[in-house]
C-alpha cells in the first residue's frame, strides 16, 4: 500500500504535468472537434495505454536503457518526431479533416485509439519522465516495482480523467467551431502545424543528461 501522504503529494503534481499541452492532449482535442466525444474518449484511452506501456517499461529497467544509450534514445526519438510530422503533413493534406457529416466520420474510434497510443508509445521523453518522475514517490520500505507500477496507473488514470472532460467540452462546441469553412481551414492548418512542430521539437531534443 501507498502512503495516503505520498498520493496527497503525487496526485496534485500529476495532474498538473498532466493538464499540461503537449501532443497527446493536442490529438484528443483535433479528434473531438473532428469526430466528436467518443473519438476524443477514444484517443484518451490510447495515450492511458501508452502510459502503462511506459509505465512496465520502467518497472523493467527499459526506461533506464533509453536514458543510458544514446543510440536507443535516438532510435526511439527520430521514430516518434517522424510519425507526428506525418499526422501533421496528413492533416494540412485532408480537407475533410473538420468536416461534419451525418454518414461518416474521418477516422474510426479504433483508429483514433491507435495513433494516440503510438504517439505517447514513440515519445521517449515520456519514457525518460516517468523512469525520473515515478521513483520520487517509493517509499523504500515497499516493493519497488509495485509502487511504480501503481503510481504509473494512476498516473494514466488521472490522464484519461483529464482529456476525457477535454474531448466533452471540445466535442459540445464542434459544431459551431467547424460549421464555416474557413473555421474548419484555420484548425485544420493550425493542428497541422502544432503536430509537425511537436516533431520538430521531439527530433531536436537532446538525451537527458547530455
Known amino acids: 500500500m501507498i502512503n ?3 498520493l ?6 500529476a495532474l498538473a504535468l498532466n493538464v499540461a499541452p503537449g501532443p497527446d ?3 484528443t482535442l483535433k479528434r473531438s472537434v473532428s469526430d466528436g466525444r467518443t473519438a476524443g474518449v477514444a484517443a484518451a484511452a490510447g495515450t492511458s495505454t501508452g502510459c502503462l506501456v511506459h509505465t512496465t517499461a520502467a518497472v523493467l529497467g527499459l526506461s533506464a536503457v533509453l536514458k543510458a544509450s544514446a543510440l536507443a534514445f535516438t ?5 516518434g518526431a517522424a510519425y507526428l510530422v506525418y499526422l501533421g503533413i496528413r492533416t494540412f493534406r485532408n480537407r475533410e479533416e473538420f468536416e461534419i457529416t451525418p454518414e461518416t466520420t474521418s477516422q474510426t474510434h479504433g483508429e483514433s485509439y491507435r495513433q494516440a497510443f503510438t504517439i505517447n508509445v514513440l515519445n521517449p521523453k515520456v519514457a525518460v519522465f516517468f523512469l525520473a518522475f515515478l521513483p520520487q514517490f517509493v517509499q523504500p520500505s515497499g516493493s519497488f516495482a509495485v509502487q511504480i507500477f501503481t ?8 490522464g484519461f480523467c483529464y482529456q476525457s472532460i477535454l474531448a466533452v467540452f471540445s466535442s459540445r462546441a464542434r459544431r459551431a467551431i467547424t460549421e464555416r469553412k474557413r473555421i474548419r481551414d484555420a484548425l485544420r492548418y ?3 502545424s502544432v503536430l509537425v512542430g511537436f516533431g520538430v521539437k521531439l527530433a531536436l531534443e537532446e538525451r537527458p543528461g547530455v
Do not use: D, E, I
Open 4 to 6: 495516503p501522504s505520498v
Open 8 to 13: 496527497l503529494a503525487f496526485v496534485p503534481a
Open 25 to 27: 492532449s493536442l490529438y
Open 75 to 79: 532510435a526511439v526519438k527520430t521514430v
Open 151 to 158: 503510481l504509473g496507473v494512476l498516473f494514466g488514470t488521472l
Open 190 to 192: 493550425v493542428s497541422a
